[in-house]
């Protein structure tokens, strides 16, 4: 038997509530496959899109409030959570698996003297016109940036995670033969400000967030599932290579050189470097939903081992 913790993207659970729902319903297939041979599971997913959506409509509502972005983050999760273990339930029924599937609203420490938070990078909800974005900027105290010539939008900073509070919750439900959702979204950042945990307005990467979940909970594998059956080098070149099995020190040279992209494959890569430096034993996997049961028994994928 061995734990794993799973980082599916927000991206590609669907545009919308129903459509995620049946999206769900074949990604629980593979991981109820893990469960069945016996695995313990946690699952931390992304939510980009799902809490771009929540924070535009309350943006744009007229009769309520704003909402403050680490409330939307827990909505997120919760909604998210919801689909999630409804559609591993269901499938470990029709299997006949007596194991129970838990949701946890988490918090995730960062630092607030964390350098990433002078230079706020993630956009989040809609775009905007110039003179909107200033409007929002002077009202809201907003950091907006272009974003690839198609309008402004609203940034905030992306610190890495350094400690996740709800941590003896997941393992106590893992002691107890329960599968675990957590961490959604990277989870909600808060920091310590006078001996008091506080929400902030940023945004954890959720792989970032899966090696600390995977670190704490002492997991034999962390598991990144994303758009790709590999990570590659020279990618989309005319000699472009897809990488399978290769060592820490391989991957390492990879990433200085420039090989992958920031805003994609760099921070995978790094999670998995992160989950294995200094730790014996431990196996990464970066690979696609699709591709998920043969990741799993490690017959494709890119795999890195410490």
Known sequence: MSRYVISLGGNALGNNAEEQKRILVDVATPIVSLIEAGH??????GNGPQVGMINLAFSEAQSVPDMPFPECGAMSQGYIGFHLQNAIKNALIVKNIDKNVATIVTQVVV???????????????????????????REKNYTMKEDSGRGYRRVVASPLPIDVIEKPFIRSLLKDNHVVICAGGGGIPVIYRDHHLEGIAAVI?????SAKVAELIDADYLVILTAVTHAYINFNQPNQ?????????EVENYAESGQFAKGSMYPKIQACLMFLKGRKNKTAIISSLQHAVEAFEEKTGTIIRS
């Open 205 to 209: 990467d959720k792989d970032y967030a």
């Open 111 to 137: 630092d607030p003297e964390d350098p990433l938070f002078k230079n706020p990078s993630k956009p989040v909800g809609a775009f905007y016109s110039k003179e909107e974005s200033e409007v929002l900027a």
């Open 241 to 249: 290579k897809k990488l399978e099995a290769v060592t820490i020190a």
């Open 40 to 45: 313990e599971v946690v699952i931390v997913h």
